[in-house]
């Protein structure tokens, strides 16, 4: 299986493609990576080194990967946090000519806007192109449950309207949509959960609430979740496999202390969870 994850990348850390194509490839896939950016650290630290690239920047590497004659082997395409709108045409010129070579090749794409506390952190009309531009275009998006009433237009507090938000989202193209960091009012203060929707049931997976908070964990929901959309065909299991091995993910942070997630001596969690968590319908 061949996987096209265009994110952004830091040198010393896990954000984008650095916490995305690890886990993925520990689940036996072959990830094609371009970078948005390029820095030595994610910005969560204050200050950083690097450079972003443009829209031109990654056009010219799919036309690279295009001259191997290998699109038509891509299997999907997942896409992360769009520095500007410029990269997001870029990024939806690729999914289209990947369609062309492959029109079962599917569409991932984790809408990078803001989160609960921190609000909307991309640049000025990366909201509005992810709205109007880049979720229509999509199989799969994997909001958070910030991003979720940003996209829908509607508040969530509620799994009612948390349902209700999900639907006008499925509306505008996706077939699926999982929801990530989602706290409604039935939500218990010590646990969180994912909701998975396929257009035609919604499932919920609840897990323990950890005391942590990392950067590019959402990147690594994201790319777990796709790929094992890929493999099965069902949202379901994909949630479980996906909550379960960031379970296992972040307890292992936790226990190792530091500020960044640790892939490395998390990975069995990613091909073999020690705790499985059950979907339910609701």
């Given at each position: 299986m061949n996987v096209l994850s265009i994110q952004s990348h830091v040198a010393y850390g896990h954000v984008g493609n650095a916490a995305a194509v690890f886990p993925m490839q520990r689940l036996g896939v072959d990830v094609w990576s371009i970078h948005t950016v390029q820095f030595s650290n994610h910005t969560g630290y204050g200050s950083w080194k690097g450079r972003v690239f443009d829209g031109h920047s990654i056009e010219e590497l799919v036309d690279g990967i295009s001259e191997r004659g290998v699109l038509g082997s891509c299997d999907g395409v997942l896409s992360g946090y769009m520095g500007s709108a410029d990269i997001g045409s870029a990024i939806l010129a690729t999914v289209a000519r990947v369609r062309e070579a492959n029109p079962a090749a599917l569409y991932c794409c984790d809408p990078v806007i803001g989160d609960v506390g921190r609000g909307v952190f991309v640049r000025p009309g990366i909201e509005e192109f992810m709205?109007?531009?880049?979720?229509?275009?999509?199989?799969?998006?994997?909001?958070?449950?910030?991003?979720?009433?940003?996209?829908?237009?509607?508040?969530?507090?509620?799994?009612?309207?948390?349902?209700?938000?999900?639907?006008?989202?499925?509306?505008?193209?996706?077939?699926?949509?999982?929801?990530?960091?989602?706290?409604?009012?039935?939500t218990p203060a010590d646990c969180l959960d994912l909701l998975a929707s396929n257009g035609g049931g919604l499932h919920r997976v609840r897990t323990p609430r950890l005391p942590i908070t990392v950067n590019g964990g959402g990147d690594v929901t994201a790319a777990l979740f796709f790929v094992h959309y890929l493999k099965s065909r069902s949202a379901v299991v994909a949630l479980e496999a996906a909550a379960s091995s960031m379970h296992g993910l972040l307890r292992k942070t936790v226990e190792l202390g530091g500020r960044e997630i640790r892939l490395i001596e998390a990975q069995e969690e990613f091909v073999a969870p020690s705790v499985r968590f059950t979907a339910e319908r609701v």
């Open positions: 709205r109007d531009h880049a979720v229509p275009a999509a199989d799969i998006i994997t909001p958070n449950h910030f991003e979720l009433e940003l996209l829908a237009g509607r508040a969530a507090p509620t799994l009612t309207e948390a349902r209700a938000a999900i639907d006008s989202l499925h509306a505008r193209g996706p077939k699926v949509v999982l929801v990530t960091s989602v706290i409604t009012e039935d």
